[in-house]
């Protein structure tokens, strides 16, 4: 059975931060592209930053220079540090797992930056 676990989200104050993380099982984690993707009410769901198999990452333009993706395969786990946080970051973040031909998503888990 796949299970993605997130955890991390939280209330934080704008120029905040904060480190989600993704523990993923019942996969062959070395072998899958994971990202994390984000949701505001009202919006469609987008992709915030993606590491490949082979450590590549990409980023949202909006995102660039302030959230780092990572990976540790040994642990199956990958995570997300999010710094100078902005108001419109808040949404709920979910973790995915894809391949050519097969992907998951975790729960969420919810991020609001507010004073």
């Known amino acids: 059975q796949v299970q993605l676990v997130e955890s991390g989200g939280g209330l934080v104050q704008p120029g905040g931060s904060l480190r989600l993380s993704c523990a993923a099982s019942?996969?062959?984690?070395?072998?899958?592209?994971m990202g994390w993707y984000r949701q505001a009410p009202g919006m469609q769901r987008e992709l915030v930053a993606i590491?490949?198999?082979?450590?590549?990452?990409d980023y949202a333009d909006s995102v660039k220079g302030r959230f780092t993706i990572s990976r540790d395969n040994a642990k199956n786990m990958v995570y997300l540090q999010m710094n100078s946080l902005k108001p419109e970051d808040t949404a709920v973040y979910y973790c995915?797992?894809?391949?050519?031909?097969?992907?998951?998503w975790g729960q969420g888990t919810q991020v609001t930056v507010s004073s």
């Open positions: 590491i490949t198999d082979g450590g590549s990452t």
């Open positions: 019942g996969i062959i984690f070395r072998s899958y592209s």
């Open positions: 995915n797992a894809k391949t050519r031909f097969l992907g998951y």
